[in-house]
């Protein structure tokens, strides 16, 4: 356990450190500040939601002088929604230190971030597309950078940007510090890390224990075309503080969100196929409640950090295991509990085993509410939300006179039911029909064939080591959303189980087109990514964060 005044950190970063909640470090970040902090170069791995982006947000601001006026640090990161967000927990990190970040990423207006670059940041977080049109332009100039992040790297390459990163990185000055988060440590990361890091420490924090604690992982067998309708239900009888509802295309996104709408739910869509003020709105609207349903493809899986979100479905199964660990890691971050469902057809069940023995953590089986259970749970929920209006009696006052009015002429049951009935919004009559998506087949061969597998995984210098018995890691207790910070919604729960990562036996294949900011259009009906994997990583040093 330790506390962040251990670190030797300024007063104005330690100030706000704990305007933001935080009182304790993680695991990951009690191992990774200080070697950030001596100017080391660093690889760092830990699973979802465990506060990755302080551990190098918080040495990075650390070392950037007051007066500085010159871009001196550059972050990367493979989305647009991830550099916004990066960003804004950068800018919190810097507040009292009075440090300026800038985020860069496509799909807003060039002119305007030549604007905002007019006021001199000192760290600029961007994604590898915008950023080189910038370098290009000229509008942003890396001869002063000192320290650079890649943030979700493997993610990066996989989108296509290798290319992108090389250059970008070709230009920053040899004399600096690299920095590079990844949850899988593939070939081409490896290749990269060799290329321009500088003998990197690797910091990893692993844990005996095998399962994600904090997430509590269901699947429900179900065909593809009742899958509505067990949603409907699972949302009616489990409302979910905050959801997200991964669909596989972006088709699939936009009809099942649009449905979500016409049966009352507050629910919108996020996919590439939109424009980027939709996507800041639909991410607005979801960061501040007034939606609380996110249906998304995959652009949404990595990285994203909304407290509050208490549920992920998987309406349809992911491609590949690891979509899945970070599908799932949006939800039991930062100490909080969190539940997944996953949605799997009859065909799919080989696939969902496949996840399983990958991630090396049953997912149990339930089954269903039946209509009965749903509407109970729903009226429960209802009546719950009537008695503690009751108790706010100046909400209720105006609306006595009616009351007792109607009440003269009904019966009071009868009167009760039929405002809950409206309360309800329920929309069961609207018909609702969604494009099927094919089963995903299980590419348990290709994945499985040759690689390591079975209970090792491998550092990064290639050695192989028991599964379990890494250093460290069982966790030091912090707690999620301590005082001051902003959400208050769901509970926060018990302490933190340090992170841990297990072997991740094979992979997918590399042979990936470019493609733009999570952005790139395989078609309305195919997947949005992550889908068109053929070749499989023939490398053991794969892991997948639980
Ligand atoms: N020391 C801390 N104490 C409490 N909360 C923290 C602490 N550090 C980070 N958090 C919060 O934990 C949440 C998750 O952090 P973050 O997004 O950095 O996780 P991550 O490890 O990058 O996850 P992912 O692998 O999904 O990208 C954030 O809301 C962050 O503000
Ligand atoms: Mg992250």
């Excluded at 970008?168 to 890390?193: G, H």
């Excluded at 904090?214 to 699947?219: A, D, G, R, S, V």
């Excluded at 997918?508 to 990583?537: C, K, L, M, V, W």
């Amino acid at each position: 356990m330790s506390t962040f005044a251990e670190f030797g950190l300024e007063s104005d970063v330690l100030q706000a450190i704990s305007e933001m909640g935080f009182e304790e470090a993680t695991p990951i970040q009690a191992k990774a500040i200080p070697v950030a902090i001596a100017g080391k170069d660093m690889i760092g791995q830990a699973q979802t939601g465990t506060g990755k982006t302080a551990a190098f947000g918080i040495p990075l601001i650390s070392k950037i002088a007051q007066k500085e006026d010159r871009i001196v640090a550059l972050i990367m990161a493979p989305t647009r929604e991830l550099a916004i967000q990066v960003s804004e927990e950068i800018e919190k990190l810097g507040r009292f230190k009075g440090l300026r970040s800038l985020a860069i990423y496509g799909g807003q207006d060039i002119s305007r971030q030549i604007r905002s670059l007019k006021r001199k940041p000192q760290i600029i977080i961007g994604t590898p597309g915008r950023l080189l049109d910038h370098i290009n332009r000229k509008t942003i100039r890396l001869d002063d950078v000192q320290t650079v992040v890649l943030d979700e790297a493997d993610e990066m390459l996989d989108m296509g940007f290798m290319e992108d990163i090389q250059s970008i990185l070709r230009l920053v000055p040899e004399e600096r510090q690299t920095l590079l988060f990844s949850a899988t440590m593939p070939a081409n990361i490896q290749k990269l890390a060799q290329q321009f890091l500088r003998e990197p420490e690797h910091v990893k924090v692993e844990s005996k224990l095998l399962s994600a604690p904090l997430i509590q992982q269901y699947y429900v067998e179900i065909q593809e075309r009742m899958k509505f309708d067990g949603l409907t239900r699972l949302l009616d009888m489990e409302p979910p503080e905050l959801a997200i509802i991964f669909g596989r295309t972006k088709r699939r996104v936009a009809e099942l969100s649009e449905a979500l709408m016409k049966r009352g739910y507050a629910a919108d869509g996020l996919h590439g196929d939109l424009s980027q003020n939709q996507r800041d709105t639909v991410m607005r609207k979801f960061r501040d409640g007034s939606i609380d349903i996110l249906v998304a493809t995959d652009v949404a899986a990595r990285g994203l950090d909304v407290s509050g979100v208490t549920h992920v479905i998987n309406f349809d199964l992911p491609q590949d295991p690891e979509s899945y660990v970070h599908r799932i890691g949006r939800t039991g971050r930062a100490g909080k509990e969190g539940t997944s469902w996953s949605f799997v057809t009859y065909r799919e069940t080989d696939h969902l085993h496949f996840i399983e023995r990958v991630t090396r953590h049953r997912i149990s089986k339930k089954v269903l509410p039946t209509i009965s259970e749903a509407m109970e749970g729903k009226q429960k929920i209802l009546a719950e939300r009537i008695m503690d209006t009751i108790r706010t009696e100046e909400e209720v006052n105006p609306f006595k006179w009616v009351a007792s009015q109607l009440l003269e002429q009904y019966d009071s049951v009868e009167l009760l039911a039929a405002a809950m009935k409206l309360l309800t919004g329920d929309k069961k009559d609207v018909n609702i029909e969604l494009t099927p998506e094919d089963p995903i087949r299980s590419k348990k061969r290709k994945f499985e064939g040759g690689g390591n597998r079975g209970g090792y995984g491998s550092n990064n210098s290639g050695q192989r080591r028991p599964y379990g018995s890494g250093q460290g890691g069982s966790g030091g207790s912090w707690r999620g959303g301590g005082q001051g910070r902003s959400d208050s919604r769901g509970g926060s729960s018990g302490g933190y189980n340090g992170g841990q990562r297990r072997p991740y036996g094979g992979g997918q294949g590399q042979s990936r087109s470019s493609y733009g900011e999570g952005n790139r259009d395989a078609g309305r009906g195919r997947p949005e990514r992550r889908d068109d994997y053929r070749g499989s990583r023939s490398s053991s040093e794969d892991f997948v964060k639980i």
